[in-house]
């Protein structure tokens, strides 16, 4: 953790930041070992990045006497990424590598392959997610919130939704066996989609193409969800 | 699993494959579900891949009846990655990572902010390793075995082993704040370093530099060394 990310209701003053979030309560006296008088990186959720002293720590509540956050967050990527619902331990880690990378916009879909339970996983839920991002954030030093959104059909995802997204975007699918190499450093606005593991099936494919998304592969090695996800969005921006 | 990765004598007769570990049985039985007269994909460690169809399956014992083995691995990458060691869990992590990307010679090294009790780690035995190349091998559906060494002193692997390596290698070592960028799309023989959670420290940055390597950075984002490292190779190659 590089940063000790604040929620806005942290905040007593803009000078006085009162934590009573457990996860970084335990965080706070567990690995960072902290101790009254430590000078720690902090950022507010949405907000500036600084430094704070501790003032108190105990099992309830952590004190921290602000300087001026006034560092702005490492910038984002241009891309919002559709991913294909991966298995729960994979989601899990996948959350946290896409947004210490700087994603912003992340819409969970489901396709064919991936497997009905998932979408029971209790890693889905509001709170889950939110911890993983947190996670993410505090490792890139980063307070701006990824926003999440499930698309639990893939049919209406492409014909109600896929449309506008693509008003604005760059649409590009990843997929093995597609005739263009994944393109490198591109800046434009991007709406990348990555299928699940064994991929999309030919009709989804179809589906993508006919609504304006080009497949791009990542050569001929079949990749893990996580690690085709990190090594398209370090290759493509 | 993409590729049951059979060693050689797993091979009865050019034709026929006897697999006893227990480890690919479990995983035959419990992942693959596999029935006799499955077809599944399978190659040679350091051979060639093809299909094989599954005769029997018990608890001590899997016979494959193996077509031609006639296609190759994908190409490798044109890298020695030398990795500071990480923490046991991203080690482990990080191995199945690089395999699957395609790296074939890797050195855990050591430097001031590795954590000393790293070295001590069960994840370093030689059956650990293997086991998680492994995975990777059958992941990506590679069978080249990468080799992995250990290099427990800086001083030593900087003076001794890196001149050597830099013959026939472009050296890079991946910091933050260093004033290039990651290049891409590169295709030359590469030595790429990457330091430990924290960083090298300013000594060990002179003495890569000294020693003729360059410093790249991936930009203002701290990454965790799984992320960075693919990272860093789908750049770079």
Same mark, same amino acid.
């Given at each position: 953790m590089n940063l000790i990310l604040l929620a806005p =209701? =942290? %905040?007593?003053?803009p000078g006085l930041a009162r934590v009573r979030n457990p996860r970084r309560l335990r965080h706070l006296n567990e690995v960072h070992r902290a101790r009254p008088g430590d000078r720690l990186t902090v950022g507010v959720e949405g907000g500036g990045i600084g430094h704070g002293e501790l003032l108190s720590l105990d099992a309830h509540e952590a004190r921290f006497a602000l300087d001026a956050l006034d560092q702005a967050s490492p910038p984002p990527l241009p891309v919002h990424l559709v991913l294909a619902l991966p298995r729960p331990r994979m989601l899990a880690r996948t959350l946290e590598h896409v947004t210490a990378l700087g994603v912003k916009e992340l819409t969970l879909l489901n396709t064919r392959r991936v497997e009905k339970s998932y979408w029971q996983s209790?890693? %889905?839920t509001a709170d889950k997610i939110h911890a993983h991002l947190v996670l993410g954030l505090e490792q890139a030093r980063d307070t701006a919130m990824p926003k999440v959104t499930l698309a639990k059909g893939f049919r209406p995802f492409v014909e109600d939704e896929l449309p506008g997204l693509l008003d604005d975007r760059r649409g590009l699918f990843a997929h093995p066996g597609m005739p263009t190499e994944c393109p490198r450093g591109i800046h434009e606005p991007t709406l990348l989609l990555v299928g699940p593991e064994g991929g999309f099936i030919p009709w989804e494919v179809e589906r993508l193409q006919a609504a304006g998304c080009q497949g791009i592969h990542l050569g001929p090695r079949i990749l893990r969800v996580e690690t085709a996800v990190t090594a398209l969005l370090a290759r493509l921006f």
């Open positions: =209701d =942290d %905040l007593v003053t209790p890693e %889905l």
